[in-house]
């Protein structure tokens, strides 16, 4: 296989799995939240130096190990990097902040109240865009529709989203996750 071949390859992949490799990153929870897109990012950039991708069979699957095995190098490269101290631990403030985290699950049900006030295909355009990572071209493919109407549908799920939610939602989410 040509260099071209591989690297086409190896996009088409990238394209394919980032979300759910972004996903499985955070749910195994072994590098901070903050450090996913760079983990993420890693993987791929290792993938692209393997001169041998044709020989991978389950290009799936051998992604996802490649990134448990990075995030877990991650991890031990954090854990020696910074050696903590018990005096250290005495000034840290409490994590638990249940005033914070009931703001933050009201913030989230009225967002999923929103939503569902949403037509089922403006939630299925949004879902492709966000979870998925599609944009307008392939959401307009898999919808059997023209890249113009979903930008359409988008521009009305958002105009309905910013009359049903309150500002203050957003604010309330980020000091949640603070």
């Known amino acids: 296989m040509s260099g071209y071949e591989t690297a086409k390859r190896l996009t088409l992949w990238f394209r394919q799995w980032r979300v759910p490799l972004r996903r499985f990153l955070m749910e195994q929870g072994i590098v901070p939240a903050a450090d996913v897109s760079d983990v993420a990012q890693e993987v791929f950039l290792r993938l692209l130096r393997y001169d041998r991708a044709e020989l991978i069979e389950y290009p799936q699957a051998y992604l996802f190990k490649m990134a448990a095995n990075v995030a877990n190098e991650w991890a031990l490269r954090a854990r020696r990097r910074h050696p903590h101290e018990s005096e250290w631990l005495e000034g840290l403030p409490a994590e638990d902040r249940p005033e914070a985290d009931i703001a933050v699950a009201q913030a989230q049900a ?33 919808l059997g529709s023209t890249p113009r109407v979903v930008k359409r549908e988008l521009m009305k799920s958002y105009e309905r989203l910013r009359t049903e939610l309150s500002p203050d939602l957003l604010r309330v989410i980020s000091y949640g996750r603070e």
């Open 110 to 142: 009225e967002i999923e109240r929103a939503l569902r006030a949403l037509s089922p295909r403006q939630r299925a355009v949004l879902k492709m865009q966000f979870t998925e990572g599609l944009g307008r071209e392939e959401i307009a493919r898999r």
